[in-house]
């Protein structure tokens, strides 16, 4: 992008690994990857926005990034400044803000402001819904937008958030009344502390059927939350199954292998095929349509097309897949837009 002046350097915006490169005169920094002399931003922790790490010279990010990152296994980068929102990091060339992003914990925007006054905005993956565990991402100005479009196509509209929840608390509910133990597949990091928030609130009992959901809601616990769901390695199992709880998994064939290893082989296959299980996903809607309910950490369609037009950009520039539709839905809105590709 040319900006205004005429002896304004050109922006440059490259897919790079999970992530973007990013060049503006004499400013390098890699959004969502590594790359060697360049300073990271790192909005947060799903593995597909970590990649290359390593190769970094160092490394922004907030404290719940780093902590999720870590209890996934991540191995934390040596050098790394830890931000809070709304705090300024003086670099060389640009000051970059962090931003909540509403997304997972830690899930940050990051404002880029150029010793020029060019204003850009990297969204990382953000979510403009508020919901028990997260509070909404909100636009802020800015001349360049970099946004993910992850459901950037009106087939993607969520119904509400509280509609969601209600479905979700009642299946549970019917499941249990009828003697069924329902089991919710949902990403380890934000979608299963939500739902298990979510169900303690009711007061249904939550095993937790894998390990990494476990060292996430450590985390989030260590952030201020209150999450009580049970190991499924826990020596009350059976119990706890017997009196009717929820199961959340990030890994149904793990949750299988725990409960066959604490209660026996026959009386987990009878367990198993016991369960009602739902997916929790944004891709329950739609032409990906299976059994379970739209709950995402993402934007839908209009919550990206919204806060698209809140920033109002001069220019945007769009990632993930949904990035060329969206930028023709953009276009349409009368934004100028680009899919990175
Ligand atoms: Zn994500």
Request: hydrophobic content about 40%; charged content about 20%; proline content about 3%.
């Amino acid at each position: 992008m040319k900006s205004d002046g005429q002896d304004m350097p050109t922006l440059s915006l490259k897919k790079h690994g999970t992530g973007i490169a990013l060049e503006y005169g004499k400013v390098k920094l890699a959004l969502d990857t590594g790359v060697q002399g360049a300073t990271t931003l790192l909005s947060h922790s799903h593995t597909d926005h970590i990649g290359r790490l390593n190769r970094a010279d160092q490394v922004i990010g907030t404290k719940g990034t780093f902590d999720t990152y870590s209890a996934r296994g991540g191995k934390l980068p040596a050098n790394r400044i830890v931000v809070e929102y709304q705090q300024v990091t003086f670099l060389n060339g640009a000051d970059i803000t962090a931003i909540n992003a509403g997304h997972v914990l830690g899930s940050t925007m990051f404002l880029i402001e150029f010793e020029d006054g060019l204003r850009a905005l990297f969204t990382g993956d953000f979510n403009v819904v508020d919901s028990i565990v997260h509070e909404r991402a909100r636009p802020v100005k800015a001349d360049v937008l970099i946004t993910e479009a992850t459901y950037g196509s009106p087939s993607w509209i969520f119904p509400s958030r509280v509609e969601t929840h209600e479905n979700i608390l009642k299946a549970a509910a019917n499941s249990l009344a009828e003697g069924v133990n329902p089991l919710f597949n949902a990403y380890s990091l934000r979608k299963a502390q939500e739902v298990i928030a979510l169900l303690q609130g009711r007061g249904i009992s939550v095993v937790s059927g894998n390990r990494s959901i476990d060292q996430v809601c450590k985390v989030y616990n260590r952030h201020g939350f209150d999450l009580k769901q049970v190991p499924v390695t826990s020596k009350d199992l059976a119990h706890l199954i017997e009196r009717g709880c929820a199961i959340v998994t990030s890994s149904p064939r793990h949750t299988e292998q725990h409960i066959r290893r604490m209660l026996g082989k026959m009386e987990s296959r009878t367990i198993m095929d016991r369960m009602k299980s739902y997916f929790l996903s944004g891709w329950t809607l739609g032409k990906f349509r299976q059994r379970g309910f739209p709950l995402s950490a993402h934007s839908d369609y209009l919550g990206l097309l919204e806060f698209a037009k809140g920033v109002d950009p001069k220019v945007v520039y769009c990632f993930t897949e949904n990035a060329r539709e969206f930028s023709g839905h953009l276009a349409t809105a009368g934004l100028n837009a680009v899919p990175l590709e």
